[in-house]
């Protein structure tokens, strides 16, 4: 399993008082991270990344392990602690708007 | 017991109120979807109680909300508790916030671009919806006003949105450009006599109709000038800010352009300026009142430059007439260092008699007045700014 922390507005739409704890099906990527969360949490999907393009809305980044995976391409591994579920996968609305 | 729905949708979430039919004691309701820029909320005139809200976000983008109960409890049409979330594919099944612009050689023209701020053609990107219009027959379908400028429409209560593409597909689309702020479909106004025909307004691009309920569209801009435009009476690329109808008379239309109060008495086939004695015709609402057709009403802004009223009174212009002649009111309403501005889809009527008038500003005030217009006072008062205001009348 692993755990994905939601911003505040997403939690909301998800109806999740906490982290989203989910099951990968292979190797965890970022893309099946995505793909689990919007499979387990369907109002999420369009949110985070592009419905059809799944590319990554620009106010969102991905955090993991104390590294910034915003740019890294979609099949690249989450550190084996995320894998794990050891360490949770951020999804954080960047600061803007001054 | 008859009473009053006012939906207020604001720049940090949505707001319900509500009065019995005298319209003087309000209770608020929120706020709802809190901390999303709530862009319109309807509810449909066959089943008042199914209310559509547009919630966005410029970090999470465009969402839709029904309520099936009157705004106590709210879903994302597609994803109902304990339904499967997927399809036999696997692909998650929620989407009734998917908007994307029809691609189809079949159902028209593709076209991938429109008129960009440097007169270069730039793509159609989905940013938010504007406005819902819910049909006048069903409560599940509803049209959805977006920008950049397209018009979509659900038949199964906002679980899928799929393009009107005659529209954008217009062979005026690679003229259309947007206006400072963006390029919106924002008003659709639906023909309650005649099957098939609508209206819709987009800045910066005009007016168009539809009488093949949305398969095909004409731009109806004749009679308009905008001397911001290289050809100021060009077919296209007006700032129109908000047209309305009675619906008991939808062939006359009236309008508030960026510049300019416009009247239409043959369904925008031609327009004549009725801004008469306005202060300034400059301004965002018009609406007309509900048992009177020849009744408008504006709020007057100072220009375009300074987006607020003359002389920091907040003053609601009423015609009579139709236009030309129009009178202040100003009573219960600011008339002194008031510096707000009331948006295009802040304004609405109720069909109560007298009737009821309600406006919203981006100073999170809402003023109703139950008489017509007369008299004025808050019914609601420092909310976050309001992009839009609905009533209802229940009974």
């Not at chain 1, 990527?29 to 059809?52: F, K, N, Q, V």
């Not at chain 2, 499967?84 to 189809?104: A, L, Q, R």
């Not at chain 2, 800045?203 to 109709?209: D, I, N």
């Amino acid at each position: 399993m692993i755990r994905v922390v939601l911003p505040f507005h997403l939690r909301t739409l998800a109806r999740l008082d906490g982290e989203a704890v989910l099951r990968v099906a292979g190797s965890v990527t970022l893309r099946s991270a995505l793909d689990a969360l919007e499979a387990a949490y369907p109002m999420l999907r369009g949110t985070i990344r592009d419905h059809t393009t799944f590319q990554r809305r620009p106010f969102i980044r991905f955090f993991a392990a104390g590294r910034d995976f915003s740019n890294e391409p979609m099949d690249v591994p989450l550190p084996a602690s995320v894998a794990a579920g050891v360490e949770p996968l951020l999804i954080v609305g960047a600061i803007a708007g001054g | 017991m008859t009473f009053v729905r006012v939906l207020v949708g604001t720049k940090k979430g949505a707001f319900i109120i509500t009065s019995d039919a005298k319209r003087q004691k309000w209770s608020v309701n929120g706020p709802l979807f809190a901390g999303w820029e709530i862009y319109h909320m309807k509810g449909s005139p066959v089943d008042p109680d199914r209310i559509y809200a547009s919630q966005s976000s410029g970090w999470f983008g465009q969402i839709i909300q029904r309520s099936n109960d009157g705004g106590r409890t709210w879903e994302q049409p597609g994803t109902p508790a304990g339904a499967p979330t997927t399809t036999p594919e696997g692909m998650p099944m929620g989407e009734s916030n998917k908007f994307v612009y029809d691609t189809s050689p079949k159902t028209g023209k593709p076209l991938t671009t429109h008129m960009w701020y440097d007169g270069t053609q730039h793509p159609w990107e989905f940013k938010r919806v504007w406005h819902i219009e819910p049909s006048l027959d069903d409560p599940d379908t509803a049209y959805a006003g977006v920008e950049d400028a397209a018009i979509f429409r659900t038949t199964d209560g906002a679980k899928t949105w799929h393009e009107l593409p005659g529209l954008r597909g217009h062979e005026s689309g690679p003229n259309w450009q947007p206006g400072a702020g963006g390029m919106g479909l924002h008003t659709i106004l639906l023909d309650p006599k005649n099957k098939g025909r609508m209206y819709v307004a987009i800045s910066a691009a005009g007016t168009f109709r539809s009488d093949d309920g949305g398969k095909s569209w004409k731009p109806i801009n004749r009679g308009l000038k905008s001397d911001f435009m290289p050809d100021p009476t060009a077919e296209v690329g007006h700032c129109v800010h908000r047209i309305a109808f009675h619906p008991s008379r939808p062939a006359t239309l009236f309008m508030q352009k960026h510049w300019d109060i416009m009247r239409s008495d043959d369904a925008g086939e031609s327009w004549r300026e009725v801004s008469g004695n306005l202060p300034s015709d400059f301004g965002f609402p018009i609406d007309v009142h509900a048992h009177e057709p020849e009744t408008i009403y504006v709020v007057p802004i100072l220009s375009d430059s300074l987006h607020y009223p003359p002389d920091g009174k907040l003053r609601v212009y009423r015609s009579r007439a139709g236009g030309n002649e129009w009178e202040p009111l100003t009573k219960g309403l600011p008339q002194q260092d008031c510096y707000v501005n009331v948006l295009r889809e802040a304004m609405a009527v109720d069909t109560l008699d007298p009737c009821g008038v309600y406006f919203g500003t981006t100073g999170g005030q809402v003023y109703g007045s139950a008489d017509g217009g007369d008299t004025w006072s808050p019914i609601v008062r420092d909310l976050p700014a309001v992009l839009s205001v609905e009533v209802q009348v229940l009974k």
